[in-house]
C-alpha cells in the first residue's frame, strides 16, 4: 500500500496569520471580525482559543477545536495554490519543539 504525505510546518507566529485571514474573511459561522490574540489551549487533541473584536466593539471569545483549524488551513492552501487531495486524511498537532504540524494522508493501493 503506497502512502502519500504532505506535511506543513508553522510556527505560532503563522498560524495566527493564518486563522486572523480566516477569521477576516468571515469563513467561520456566526462569527466575524478581527482577530485580536491567539493562545493555545491543549497540545493533544489540538485546540486554541481566539479573541475577536466584532464590528458591534465587542470581544468575543472564540475556541477552534482541530475541525477548524483543518477548515482554516485548507483555506490558507486554496489561497497559497497548495495542492490538496479531499480524500486525504487531515490532522493538526504540535510537536515536541513547538511547531503546529498540518499532515495530509492518503494511502492507495498500487
Do not use: W
Amino acid at each position: 500500500m503506497a502512502i502519500e504525505i504532505r506535511r506543513l510546518i508553522l510556527n505560532e507566529e503563522e498560524l495566527t496569520q493564518i486563522c486572523a485571514e480566516y477569521i477576516a474573511d468571515g469563513d467561520v459561522d456566526g462569527l466575524n471580525g478581527t482577530m485580536m490574540d491567539l493562545k493555545i489551549v491543549k497540545d493533544d487533541p489540538f485546540e486554541i482559543s481566539l479573541r475577536v473584536h466584532s464590528a458591534e466593539g465587542q470581544q468575543i471569545p472564540f475556541t477552534m477545536g482541530e475541525t477548524q483549524l483543518v477548515a482554516a488551513l485548507l483555506s490558507f492552501c486554496a489561497r497559497k495554490n497548495i495542492p490538496i487531495s479531499r480524500s486525504s486524511k487531515k490532522t493538526v498537532k504540535k510537536n515536541d519543539k513547538g511547531m503546529i504540524i498540518f499532515d495530509m494522508v492518503m494511502q492507495s493501493s498500487v
